[in-house]
C-alpha cells in the first residue's frame, strides 16, 4: 500500500494557541486529502477535504476559520487548529486518495492526539 | 444519506475460532467498499477495496466480499496478532467530491 505520513503523532499545547499538523504523501501525489477527528471508542468524523491548489469543503458544523487547512502541493496537506482549546482535544487522522484513473483508494496517516491544556 | 452499519460491535474469538465481521450499506454511487485494521492510538491501515458484487479479495488470514447491500470481512484461524478494531467504509461517487463514509467499526479480540 502507499505510505502517508502525518506529524507530529503527539502535541500538547495550551489553551489559546495554535498547532500545525502535517500530512504527507510519500510515493504518491495526492490531489485529495481528508481530515477526519475520532473520539474515543468512535468512528472517523470527516472534517474537510482538501484540493491541491483550492479552498477545501467544509463538513456542516466543522468552524472553517477554527480549523484551517492548506493543501499548497500534491504531497502535503496541513491542519492548523486555531486559538485551541480543552474541547479540541482529539485524535486527527488525515487521508490521501490515489486515483488510477479508474479506481480510488484511501491511504491513512497515523494519527495526530492533540491535548490542549 | 449514506449509511454503513458494521456488527457486532464488539466479538471475541478464541485462537483458530473462525467467524465473520458484516458491513451493511446504503449508498447511491458506490464507488468502492473499503475494509481497514486500526490499532489503538493509530491512523487506519488498509486493508480491501472491494467494487463490484460478487469481488472477493483475500491477504492472509482475512477474506472480503461483496454484495449489493453488505460485506463480510471472514477472520480464518484468528490469532491474537489480530486483535484489533475493523472498520468498513463507503465511498461515493461525485468527482471532487469524493468521500468515505464509515461505520463504527467492530473491536476485535482474540484470546491465545
Known amino acids: 500500500g502507499a505510505v502517508v505520513s502525518q506529524h507530529p503523532s503527539r502535541v500538547i499545547c495550551k489553551s489559546g494557541t495554535s498547532v500545525k499538523i502535517e500530512c504527507r504523501s510519500l510515493d504518491f501525489q495526492a490531489t485529495t486529502m481528508f481530515w477526519y477527528r475520532q473520539f474515543p471508542k468512535q468512528s472517523l468524523m470527516l472534517m474537510a477535504t482538501s484540493n491541491e491548489g483550492s479552498k477545501a469543503t467544509y463538513e456542516q458544523g466543522v468552524e472553517k476559520d477554527k480549523f484551517l487547512i492548506n493543501h499548497a502541493s500534491l504531497t502535503l496537506s496541513t491542519l492548523t487548529v486555531t486559538s485551541a482549546h480543552p474541547e479540541d482535544s482529539s485524535f486527527y487522522i488525515c487521508s490521501a486518495r490515489k486515483w488510477d484513473n479508474r479506481h480510488t483508494e484511501a491511504f491513512f496517516g497515523q494519527g495526530t492526539r492533540l491535548t490542549v491544556v | 444519506e449514506d449509511q454503513v452499519t458494521q456488527s457486532p460491535e464488539a466479538l471475541r474469538l478464541q485462537e483458530g475460532e473462525s467467524s465473520s465481521l458484516n458491513c451493511s450499506y446504503t449508498?447511491?454511487?458506490?464507488?468502492?467498499l473499503f475494509w481497514y485494521r486500526q490499532d489503538p492510538g493509530k491512523g487506519p491501515e488498509f486493508l480491501f477495496t472491494l467494487y463490484s458484487a460478487g469481488e472477493e479479495k483475500e491477504k492472509e488470514r482475512l477474506k472480503a466480499t461483496l454484495t449489493k447491500k453488505e460485506s463480510f470481512l471472514h477472520i480464518t484461524a484468528p490469532k491474537p496478532e489480530d486483535s484489533a478494531t475493523y472498520l468498513c467504509a463507503v465511498g461515493r461517487s461525485g468527482g471532487s467530491n469524493y468521500k468515505l463514509t464509515f461505520g463504527k467499526g467492530t473491536l476485535l479480540t482474540v484470546n491465545p
Open positions: 449508498v447511491s454511487g458506490l464507488r468502492g
